[in-house]
């Protein structure tokens, strides 16, 4: 799924293997019928453990637009609740209109105020990369 979706970075299948096994609590995955078709990939920062960073969010082209990014973006939140998570931040190049829809909508749906700041440009990422805007999303209610 990060290969086909022809925007993520894509990782090893060795790093992905090992995110389920190091950090399947802070990470989903969807799947419809056996077949996976979405993913979520997240961590607790370690120098801010109330902040969920979500590392990487994938639908396959033919599950998109039916409120499943939204569902396993909710399914983590309510998860990690109990943990102390309140903020949410994700990186998100500026040319990625639906990756910042989906961010502003769980924002917006769960009361939070958005912020976006720069995080890393080109020159951290070794020039053939696009920018990296954070967004951070917060406070999270506590219910
Ligand atoms: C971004 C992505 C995960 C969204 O998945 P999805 O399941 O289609 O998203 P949802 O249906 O849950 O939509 C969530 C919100 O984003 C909006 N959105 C989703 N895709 C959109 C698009 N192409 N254009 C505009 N808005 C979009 C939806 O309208 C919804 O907002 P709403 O609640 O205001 O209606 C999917 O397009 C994808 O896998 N893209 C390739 C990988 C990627 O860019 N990942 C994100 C980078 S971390």
Known sequence: MARDSRVLD???????????????????????GGRPCGFVTGYRRPDAPDTLFIWQVAVDASHRGRGLARRMLDELAARTRGQGIRWVEATVTPDNAPSAAMFS???????CGLTRTRLFGREHLAGDHEPEVLFRIGPLPVR
Do not use: E, I, K, Q
Request: hydrophobic share 35%; glycine share 4%; net charge negative.
């Open 10 to 32: 894509v990782n090893s299948p060795y790093s992905y293997t090992l995110w389920c096994r190091d950090f399947a609590d802070t990470s989903v995955v969807a799947d419809d």
């Open 105 to 111: 909508s769980f924002a917006r749906d769960h009361g």
